[in-house]
């Protein structure tokens, strides 16, 4: 009887219904909202959800969220420019780790770095929209007023005609266009300057987000769960959209595309739709530096706090509590006792949980971290190298090993003393984690000022290009002494691929380390086996 009439009176039998306003027209990009749709989890959630499928004539998704007309919208970074401008607006997941905005180029006109584009006609779109595109200039050092943009949006015909020398795009769809039309092509992608945006934010309004969190919990996990389905199952998810959402499209160009977002998705290293709130501070920064945005970005209210399930618990027996009451009023006081009771041990039991899971985690991270920088220490590098470099092999991805060692560090040591000594390696490695590495890269201490960096999906030219802006950075920014003022350091690099090993890399990149100190240090070296 109790199940009875809990399943009829409880407002959570109903459908929720809702509406997600996609970003463009129908694609792979939004499997994991279809499958989502499609496999029943967003019904198990009690959700009824309409897809708004966007495109030129739609409304912007940013824009819809604000106005009401969806209560849920898949948006660029800027929404991070919405919430500095004290917009409602709220983030709940970011499934792109990386943006596939990228500029491509003709191969055959050697157009291949920012400043083989300096005073080229370039179509743009209207900020935020560009501004991945923007900021590769802006760290290259080029003055935007250098490049000849055009603001209109140009098609692949104007790319081959000559009308445009490069077009903005995806790195999912117009290379493979391009390709099938017998022209190959050079991507200019931001990631390979420092620029590293999130794409494909799924968002909401405040006033949902505070008003029910318990349904926008629910929309985000079974939309995530829509999207590790999708990557599981690539070709059942292409046949669902080719059936229901995209028919014109060819399953060799869904499938491309699959692959292509799933590699910037990277649902294997990253857990699915995690957002971290430093690489929120450092797109912000990109943002103001390209003044789209003005002021210090406040976290507070941007990132979605998501409901405990000890408060669901607790609402749960609320109500199953009140119904017994009212069905079984003569033994109401003994289960007013056995209730109370259960709830006292649940709530010591999880204490208990909770402090053994917080001992567990800082043995955990005192047996991995270097307790100073709080980077990785040598023995958790090879544990996450390992890792990293299997991954790589089986997608593919080249990988780059760097050895880096902080010039003169004893003169700092001798001079202001062991503790400013320690600042300055706290702020090394504060620069490097916010400014220059990615989330997935593995960066470690090694010992003393020696430090080490992995970079998955990093060739060798795009590991110079990494070595020059750090060299740059570190040229450029005084590092601050409690007491003392302020101090500028340099560093030496040696880089080598990992193409025969962790081992042989770093035997290889010390090498080319110790080639850039005999060159006069603050410069980086590759490893070359002929002057070894």
């Given amino acids: 009887m109790v199940i009875c009439l809990l399943t009829v009176s409880s407002p959570l039998s109903a459908l929720d219904k809702v509406s997600l306003q996609l970003r463009w027209s129908h694609q792979f990009q939004f499997a994991g909202y279809y499958m989502a749709l499609h496999k029943g989890y967003y019904q198990a959630a009690k959700i009824d959800v309409s897809l708004i499928e966007g495109g030129a004539n739609s409304q912007a998704p940013l824009e819809s969220i604000l106005q009401g007309d969806a209560d849920f919208a898949v ?60 900021a590769i200039f802006n760290r290259e050092g080029i003055q935007l007023s250098d490049i000849n943009f055009q603001p209109t ?38 990631k390979d300057y420092g620029v590293n945006f999130y794409s494909d934010v799924l968002i909401t309004r405040h006033s949902l987000a505070r008003s029910n ?24 998810s292409i046949r669902l959209i080719q059936q229901y959402y ?26 699915l739709g995690h957002m971290n709130p430093g690489r929120w501070q450092t797109i912000a920064e990109n943002y103001r530096a390209l003044g789209m945005a003005k002021g210090q970005l406040d976290l507070n209210g941007f990132l979605f706090d998501e409901p405990s399930r000890f408060d669901n618990w607790v609402i749960h027996v609320g109500i199953i509590s009140a119904a017994l009451i009212i069905m ?25 949980e909770k402090r053994l899971i917080s001992v567990n985690n800082e043995l955990k991270a005192q047996s991995s971290t270097d307790p100073l920088t709080q980077i990785y220490n040598r023995r958790a590098f090879f544990e996450k190298a390992q890792t990293l470099l299997h991954f790589s092999e089986r997608k593919g991805f080249k990988t780059s090993l760097f050895m880096l060692d902080i010039d003169h560090f004893k003169r700092i040591n001798d001079r ?48 110079e290009q990494f070595a020059q802006r750090l060299i740059e950075k570190l040229s450029t920014t005084q590092l601050k ?50 002057q070894s």
């Fill in 75 to 134: 948006s660029s970074s800027a929404v991070v420019i919405y919430h500095m401008q004290k917009k409602p607006v709220v983030a709940l997941a970011a499934i792109m780790q990386t943006s596939p905005v990228t500029w491509i180029t003709l191969s055959e006109r050697k157009l291949s770095t920012p400043h083989d584009l300096i005073g080229r006609n370039l179509p743009i779109l209207p900020p935020p929209e560009s501004a991945a595109l923007m």
């Fill in 153 to 190: 949006r140009a098609t692949l015909k104007d790319l081959i005609s000559g009308k445009v020398d490069a077009i903005n795009g995806y790195i999912s769809n117009e290379p493979y266009r391009l390709k099938n039309m017998g022209y190959e092509v050079t991507l200019i992608e931001p």
């Fill in 213 to 236: 969190p318990k349904l926008v919990k629910r929309f985000k996990q079974a939309s995530l769960k829509g999207w590790q389905y999708a990557l599981q199952n690539i070709d059942e």
């Fill in 246 to 271: 995209a028919p014109e499209k060819t399953y060799q160009e869904l499938k491309y595309e699959a692959q292509t977002l799933k590699a910037l998705i990277m649902p294997d290293l990253v857990e």
């Fill in 328 to 352: 079984l009023s003569v033994i109401a006081s003994r289960f007013i006792y056995l209730s109370t009771s259960l709830r006292r041990e649940i709530k010591r039991r999880e204490f208990v």
């Fill in 416 to 463: 202001f003393g062991h503790q400013a000594g320690d600042q300055i390696l706290i702020q090394f490695c504060v620069l490097i984690k916010n400014e220059v590495i990615r989330d997935h890269d593995v960066f470690a201490r090694l010992g003393g000022e020696e430090f080490c960096i992995l970079m998955l999906d990093c060739s060798l030219s795009g590991a």
């Fill in 481 to 530: 002494v409690e007491g003392k003022g302020y101090i500028t350091i340099s560093a030496s690099i040696g880089i080598s691929d990992t193409d025969y090993g962790l081992e042989q890399a770093l035997k290889q990149a010390d090498i080319a380390l110790y080639q850039a100190k005999d060159a006069g240090r603050a410069t980086y070296t590759i490893y070359d086996a002929n």
